[in-house]
């Protein structure tokens, strides 16, 4: 009998023998039959241990699927017969998953990478991400994309080593020329090569560094150190990065994933620009949109400072044609520039609700029939409440002349804006009093006045966006047991190793961004923006037995996210030792102790020593003005394999029909809980299809299960706000999130939404009522009871000098919830 070392994998290569893996995959049967036994799991490994050892000599090496087949045979001898038909059928489903993924990735064979990923995972990698060949095909390994982008993120942390630069001196001079084709994958730091467009990013950012005369050495000095392994050492921090990704555990925006060691270099997801009222403004931004979409980026505007529709124009004695035209100009310009391959581009655009165009803009969108390639937001005034509450007429002012032309009625312009939220979910809405009480720069380059497409980033012109989130379902902490119960519980030190790695990560892609517009560049390296977020939340709660919303809920997201934006601010503290504060910071008012999210300002909800870091600040500096940020996610949590951002589950089964049948994907946590109770069939998985995706109603499973796995149509729009608050309470900028109404919601309950988000500090809102737009996810409620329905019946204001247009009729708010605004 000898001792099993090594064992021979699909691929032919050799790996050490890890008997765990044995014992993890019997366990994972034990679960799949509502048995969980790890004491089992461990004894009946320990017999396949042996029976390998009694039938292979010391020259042969066992296969992969031998030991497969031993640990069939184990299981049908000690008469674990429904473990072993789990494990069997288990077996059968990840070898249709390897041919699956194989096909996926046009790969003979797939590697330990392409195995931590699902089918569904891949196919947004290779849809959107993987390199390609010019016949369309995959040419390049998830492996190999996140090592480009590690490399890619890892090379300005060089720019600060200064033990390495004292090793060669020489005098500061001009820029030097540099074939970076010649040198493509000769180069290394320790063992990752440098392609040609990380060496393209290097000289670049050298060039920066050396016009502000912060190089000590020349070019040449500087990559002959690299060539001499200087820098090796940095291998470790490329790794972390790497890791970051392919463990799942954090993910940058989209651009930077598909930039980053390849042509355009630039890794921002989202810029603001400024539109003027004059031909040359428009076209000029026209222009400088269409370059950041062609580089994959979405673009924010405020149209409010164009003039109305009917204004005058002097220099031709016409009319004006209003900012919704110039809108619709922008529209058709991102319809035909496709970004690079990747998405087209996405718009926001803005008006504030003091403009004279205010009510056209509100209904631009109707049916959702124009404007395609907007999402369009009204900003509310921080002077509109006041008007709102004591029911006075609100001034609407011509942005040219700076005049009243006319007032309304706030309330009717409230309504109206309600409405067509309720209609077609759009416009959005952005509270202009809290989007700018916590920004840093009010008191010296004014109030903020746009976001970027998706709402969750407030930004100045020629700001831009660097993003990443934070899978926070990665940090669960599974116990196994002996019993139905499983041990689960949230690693607390682990997360917060991440988040101090995902900032310097962000802040890395603020320095090796190649920006689309030098104005970009300059306003972004000196304010230096980052946006730490988190994804995975729906999946985390469910994994922690937690009611998205229940105080419990509300209490965990709190605490969640104080403890993202403490620790992001302490890594920021530390960069800002290392290399330096952003440069706008005396223009900011961190100096006087302040920070920007409300959750700063209430000693008594605090979980964190604030104070702490606030003295922490006031001595070195913060390297970032922002620092958490809470995107959609769309794409990387895709990748992740989790829900998207801070949103709740949006069903727990998707029916996918193909030509050879029907196929369900099944969220597995709600998969292992129900299959633990010895419920878990294919008559349950075509139930909760039927019902939209949900378990609400269905009475043979448990009320406490039944009230952990909501979905996000189950949960009440109050308790999605207060979720909401909850984050946004401890968010330097904004939040992305829908809040979900069922498709027979009141237009009353709606306003009764919008105002409680005010109320709570919110700084916007978006809102989807279900099956209010064709084409757009939406949930089944084919057997719900749905409440009784007023027709939202219109009304002509038509005689109504204040207003001149349609509102509805029965949603109206009572006094006393007017006062609460």
Aim: aromatic fraction near 10%; proline fraction near 4%.
């Amino acid at each position: 009998m000898i001792e099993i070392k090594k064992i021979e994998k699909r691929d032919g290569k050799i790996s050490e023998f890890d008997p765990k893996k044995i014992v993890d995959a019997i366990y994972k049967a034990t679960e799949a039959v509502g048995m969980p036994n790890y004491q089992l799991a461990k004894t009946l490994t320990d017999r396949v241990v042996k029976s390998l050892e009694e039938n292979f000599n010391k020259k042969e090496i066992p296969k992969v699927e031998q030991i497969q087949d031993a640990v069939e045979q184990v299981l049908m001898e000690e008469r674990e017969s429904r473990t072993a038909k789990a494990y069997i059928l288990y077996r059968q489903k990840r070898t249709t998953i390897r041919t699956e993924k194989q096909q996926v990735l046009n790969k003979k064979n797939i590697d330990e990478v392409d195995k931590k990923f699902d089918i569904n995972s891949l196919r947004v990698l290779r849809s959107r991400y993987l390199k390609k060949d010019k016949e369309g095909k995959v040419k390049e390994s998830p492996r190999e994309l996140f090592t480009r982008v590690a490399v890619h993120v890892g090379l300005p942390s060089l720019f600060y080593d200064t033990k390495v630069f004292k090793k060669e001196k020489a005098p500061l001079h001009a820029q030097e020329s540099f074939d970076s084709q010649e040198h493509a994958n000769k180069v290394k730091i320790g063992k990752f090569k440098l392609n040609q467009f990380h060496l393209l990013a290097l000289k670049r950012l050298f060039d920066r560094f050396n016009e502000k005369k912060q190089m000590k050495v020349t070019w040449s000095n500087f990559f002959n150190l690299i060539k001499k392994g200087e820098f090796n050492h940095y291998e470790q921090e490329i790794e972390q990065y790497y890791s970051l990704m392919v463990e799942r555990r954090f993910f940058p925006n989209t651009p930077a994933l598909v930039n980053f060691g390849n042509y355009l270099g630039m890794g921002s997801a989202c810029f603001v620009l400024d539109v003027e009222d004059s031909i040359d403004s428009i076209m000029d931004t026209l222009k400088r949109a269409s370059v950041i979409f062609k580089a994959g980026g979405g673009v924010g505007y405020n149209f409010s400072h164009i003039r109305p529709e009917g204004d005058f124009v002097k220099t031709t004695g016409g009319v004006a044609s209003g900012p919704i035209s110039f809108m619709s100009l922008f529209n058709r310009m991102t319809e035909v520039i496709k970004q690079g391959g990747i998405r087209r581009g996405a718009n926001m655009g803005i008006l504030n609700c003091s403009h004279p165009d205010i009510d056209k803009f509100i209904t631009a969108k109707k049916g959702n029939l124009s404007l395609h390639n907007f999402n369009i937001s009204v900003w509310i005034d921080s002077d509109f409440w006041d008007y709102y509450r004591k029911n006075k007429p609100y001034p609407l002012v011509n942005p040219r002349t700076n005049e009243v032309v006319k007032n309304i009625n706030p309330r009717k312009l409230f309504d109206l804006l309600v409405y067509q939220g309720w209609e077609s979910a759009e416009p959005g809405i952005i509270f202009g009093d809290w989007s700018n009480k916590y920004n840093p720069f009010l008191d010296t380059l004014g109030p903020i006045e746009a976001t970027n497409p998706c709402g969750e980033v407030l930004l100045y012109p020629y700001e831009s966006c660097n993003l990443g989130s934070i899978n926070v379902w990665s940090f669960v902490k599974r116990e196994p047991t002996n019993g139905r119960k499983k041990q689960v519980e949230f690693d607390w030190k682990a997360f917060e190793k991440t988040i101090y790695l995902a900032t310097k990560f962000l802040d890395n892609v603020v320095e090796i961004n190649n920006y689309p517009l030098k104005k970009i560049e300059e306003l972004s390296l000196s304010t230096r923006k980052i946006g730490l977020g988190i994804m995975g939340l729906g999946n985390l709660l469910y994994d922690l037995e937690i009611p998205y919303d229940s105080n419990q809920g509300v209490e965990f997201m709190e605490r969640m996210m104080e403890f993202v934006n403490l620790h992001s601010k302490e890594s920021s503290i530390d960069l800002a030792r290392e290399r330096g504060a952003f440069p706008y910071y005396d223009k900011s008012f961190y100096s006087n102790g302040r920070l920007p999210f409300k959750g700063s300002e209430e000693e008594d909800s605090w979980h964190l020593d604030w104070n702490d870091l606030k003295r922490r600040i006031k001595k070195y500096g913060l390297r970032n003005a922002f620092t958490t940020v809470i995107a959609p996610t769309g794409s990387i949590s895709m990748i992740a394999g989790c829900s998207s951002g801070i949103e709740p589950v949006y069903s727990l089964v998707f029916e996918k029909k193909v030509a050879v049948g029907t196929f369900y994907y099944v969220d597995p946590v709600f998969e292992k809980v129900m299959s633990r109770e010895g419920i878990f069939d294919e008559d349950l998985i075509r139930e909760v299809s039927r019902r939209g995706g949900s378990v609400e109603d269905l009475r043979f499973i448990p009320r406490d299960l039944r009230k952990i796995f909501s979905v996000s149509m189950d949960i009440k729009a109050e308790d999605h706000i207060k979720a909401l608050a909850a984050f946004q309470k401890w968010t330097d900028s904004s939040i992305s999130k829908t809040i979900n109404f069922p498709e027979d919601v009141s237009i009353d309950e709606m306003k009764k939404a919008y105002l409680l988000a005010h109320k709570l500090g919110c700084k916007d809102l978006t809102v989807f009522r279900n099956k209010s737009i064709r084409g757009v996810l939406t949930a089944g409620a084919t057997e719900k009871k749905k409440k009784e329905q007023k027709p939202q019946k219109l009304i002509s204001h038509k005689d109504d000098k204040a207003m001149g247009h349609y509102v509805y009729q029965e949603a109206n708010v009572s006094e006393d919830e007017q006062e609460e605004i």
